[in-house]
């Protein structure tokens, strides 16, 4: 579900990118620039009112959008949830009229991106000190037009 910036809810958002995300790579959140995240769309996947997976995205053009900053609680992991937000994520930008979707996945990650229909753009790449991929899909595809 939508998660309104400067909420209650984006403050577990920030917590849960914090952990999953920063930390086990000796960052904190308090250190990446925030300041564009009001214009970005922010989405939560809660069980019951604990949040267990957020992601964001940020429209780029009508058609085209970047998700980033894709989280799942560590004990929530291989659980579904990740498959679960992406799936519903994607849902709601194709209501949006978005067309094509990209990220930039960490290289560990880059199979279950795969998996849900992302292909490889370019070379390997660093980011936040660690090897990422650009990937992308798009409603071309036929994974993003008719999905299970």
Partial sequence: SPIKYDSPHYELE???RDEVLRKPLGLRIEDDDLSLEPDQWHFGLFHKKELVACVIAIPHSAKRAQVRQMAVAHQRQKT????????????YLISKGV???FLHARVQVAGFY???GYHPIGEIFTEVGIPHQKMRKSTGDQVLKSRD
């Fill in 114 to 116: 795969q998996k849900l």
């Fill in 14 to 16: 920030l917590s849960l």
């Fill in 80 to 91: 579904g949830c990740g498959r679960e937000i992406m799936l519903s994520l994607e849902d």
């Fill in 99 to 101: 067309e094509e979707i």
